[in-house]
Each structure stands twice: as C-alpha cells, then as structure tokens.
C-alpha cells in the first residue's frame, strides 16, 4: 500500500512560515534542521497525534521554478494546498481574530463548506469542512 508522507509547500521566508503554522494555524513542527547558511529544513503536521505520518515540508519558494509556480496560482486565486477542520465557521473566526486574512468566507461549496485564507508567506490556503447543519 502506498501512502502519502510528506508534501510540500513553497514559502517566502521558511522561519515566518514554520511561525504561522504552528502559532495560528496550529500545527505543530515535526523536524527542523539548520541545513548552514541561513537554509532550514522544516516540517509540520496535525497535533495530537492525529496524521502521525503526514508532514508538510516548508520549502523555499524563491527559485526559478518554484516562483513564477507561486505566483501564478496565487494571482490566479487558487489555494496551493486544502486543509479540512470539523468546525470551519467557528475556525473562520478563530483565524479572523488572531488577523489572518481571508479571501473567501466560508461559503458552501458542493458537498462541503469552504473558505479560503492568506498564508502570509506567499500562498492562498483552502479550508474545508462539513457543511453547516
């Protein structure tokens, strides 16, 4: 069987984002090593044990490639990467109250409720929960 282990995300500033992951989005930080030079190497995952295996790696997103890629999907408003939460309207203001910027409200998208939110470090992050009852 195979199964997702780690996936990326190409951020501004690797420190600022291991920041915004764990401090307001909640997660919590699964490696982070001092590669020299000023480069990290940082993952995070769900808390609790939930998702023991799942990491997301913070990966620099100043290189050629992966720039114009960010860039792109950001302008374009497409969410690099969709988190689900059980409660998205009471998460919507949790993040709201600690000020991170939404470019979507929660609104019902198909069988599930969506928002969509500003990471801070260069990318637009979808939401998703059950929808509302």
């Not at 997103?61 to 409660?87: N, T, W």
């Not at 949790?94 to 969509?116: E, I, N, S, W």
Request: aromatic share 8%; hydrophobic share 45%.
């Amino acid at each position: 069987m195979i199964k997702v282990a780690m996936t990326g995300v190409f951020v501004d500033d690797v420190a600022r984002a291991q920041a915004f992951y764990t401090d307001v989005l909640g997660f919590e930080t699964r490696l982070h090593r001092d590669l020299g030079g000023g480069a990290l190497f940082v993952t995070v995952g769900a808390r609790e044990g939930a998702q023991p295996d799942l990491q997301l790696l913070l990966e620099p997103g100043d290189g050629p490639i992966a720039e114009p890629f960010r860039r792109a999907l950001y302008e374009a408003g497409i969410p690099c990467i969709v988190f689900c939460v059980d409660d998205l309207r009471a998460e919507y203001r949790r993040l709201r109250a600690l000020g991170v910027r939404f470019t979507h409200p929660p609104q019902q998208q198909g069988p599930v409720l969506a928002a969509v939110l500003d990471d801070s470090v260069g990318n637009l992050i979808q939401l998703t929960g059950p929808p509302a009852a």
